[in-house]
T-cell receptor, first 111, second 116 residues
Framework: GESVGLHLPTLSVQEGDNSIINCAYSNSASDYFIWYKQESGKGPQFIIDIRSNMDKRQGQRVTVLLNKTVKHLSLQIAATQPGDSAVYFCAEGGGADGLTFGKGTHLIIQP | EPEVTQTPSHQVTQMGQEVILRCVPISNHLYFYWYRQILGQKVEFLVSFYNNEISEKSEIFDDQFSVERPDGSNFTLKIRSTKLEDSAMYFC??????????????FGPGTRLTVT
């Protein structure tokens, strides 16, 4: 079946460095993508989204890039801080109400 | 900032019992959702609810599950005859419009259900 998945289960970066979290999707009909952050014991928290008619979208310290040719999505976090430590999920919305989540990447910020 | 709330934070029940998980969505939102997350796994969509009826449901949402909006503020998930494999975090979410159609879904903190 078609799914959303992540390349790496764990990413460790130094505080202050930039982080890049990747996600691959297989449904070429997908037209809406979202990144969520989940801290331990909490629900997913919206970070940023992007529609398929865009290649890039920027927020505060975060940038999402969408490459529809290779069905790839990435989340860039600039100048990572200890509070960025969490599991990051990409999710796909494509015409249905519910979102399809990927497996998650655990981002670890080292001091 | 408005937020989705859920009660209880942790529910322990015996296999075969019925549980009701409660959620208060954000007040001006029209779509409500339940998701679950088995420990260490990804978040899975269960059901969406709009205009007092189920809008969409996944394969997971079988006859064991039901949802209800009993009043103007609460949104509930009932699990009948719980099984060990129902143990998971259950998240409620809400959005202004249909979540898969570009509307941000706001998630609650979750209810941890433990079936023994």
């Amino acid at each position: 079946g078609e799914s959303v998945g992540l390349h790496l289960p764990t990413l460790s970066v130094q505080e202050g460095d930039n982080s890049i979290i990747n996600c691959a999707y297989s449904n070429s009909a997908s037209d809406y993508f979202i990144w969520y952050k989940q801290e331990s014991g909490k629900g997913p928290q919206f970070i940023i989204d992007i529609r398929s008619n865009m290649d890039k979208r920027q927020g505060q310290r975060v940038t999402v890039l969408l490459n529809k040719t290779v069905k790839h999505l990435s989340l860039q976090i600039a100048a990572t801080q200890p509070g960025d430590s969490a599991v990051y999920f990409c999710a796909e919305g494509g015409g249905a109400d519910g979102l399809t989540f990927g497996k998650g990447t655990h981002l670890i910020i080292q001091p | 900032e408005p937020e989705v709330t859920q009660t209880p934070s942790h529910q322990v029940t015996q296999m075969g019992q019925e549980v009701i998980l409660r959620c208060v969505p954000i007040s001006n939102h029209l779509y409500f959702y339940w998701y679950r997350q088995i420990l260490g796994q990804k978040v899975e969509f269960l059901v969406s609810f709009y205009n007092n009826e189920i809008s969409e449901k996944s394969e997971i949402f079988d006859d064991q599950f039901s949802v209800e909006r009993p009043d103007g503020s609460n949104f509930t998930l009932k699990i009948r005859s719980t099984k060990l494999e129902d143990s998971a975090m259950y998240f409620c979410a809400s959005s202004e419009g249909a979540g898969g159609h570009y509307y941000e879904q706001y998630f609650g903190p979750g209810t941890r259900l433990t079936v023994t």
